[in-house]
């Protein structure tokens, strides 16, 4: 049986001198189809796994912060553009297969649980492409409302001035 099958392939992919140019040309043809349909799976699948749906119900284990990050102002922006960056599509794929242990942890069940981040990119090649510091120079009053753990639950305040953006490190402002 396997002899058989081995002898048709070998018939397939090197067909006899005399058979005909359409014979001939047959395996190219599927080569080149088959060439032609993983690259184009290739592409979908590329898409759809820089797509924040597949990050946040096909890949990630975090199912509270892709719920946060439906509602929130990023929402706007793909998880990819900050995650994996923009940059050259080679540095893309090799960051992409860098995280290959990833799912292969999701899969498995065999992720450290909390998740904690450990090999992020720089702001200024993630957050900074959109929040560039020349852009914000102004003071932020925050405030911060607790509660003390006290029988009567004292609330307390906790004010932050908030410098962002422009100036320089001597000013604090950096």
């Known amino acids: ?89 080679a540095t893309r794929i090799t960051r992409k297969a860098g995280d290959v242990k990833h799912i292969v942890a999701t899969a498995f069940k065999t992720y450290e649980f909390p998740i904690r981040a450990e090999s992020l990119r720089p702001a200024r090649e993630t957050c900074e492409k959109c929040h560039f510091p020349q852009k914000f120079s102004d003071d932020s009053l925050r405030e911060i409302k607790r509660f003390l753990p006290d029988t009567e639950n004292t609330p307390q305040s906790i004010y932050l001035t908030l410098k962002t953006g422009g100036g320089s490190k001597r000013e604090g402002l950096g």
Do not use: K, Q
């Open 1 to 89: 049986m396997r002899r058989r099958i081995a002898f048709h392939i070998r018939n397939f992919f090197f067909p006899p001198a005399e058979a005909s140019w359409a014979v001939r040309a047959l395996p190219y043809a599927v080569l080149g189809v088959l060439t032609l349909v993983v690259l184009i799976a290739g592409a979908y699948a590329w898409d759809y796994t820089n797509s924040p749906e597949f990050c946040g119900t096909a890949c990630h284990t975090m199912p509270p912060e892709f719920t946060a990050y439906l509602v929130s102002p990023h929402a706007r922006v793909d998880c990819v553009d900050c995650h994996i960056g923009r940059g050259f599509i």
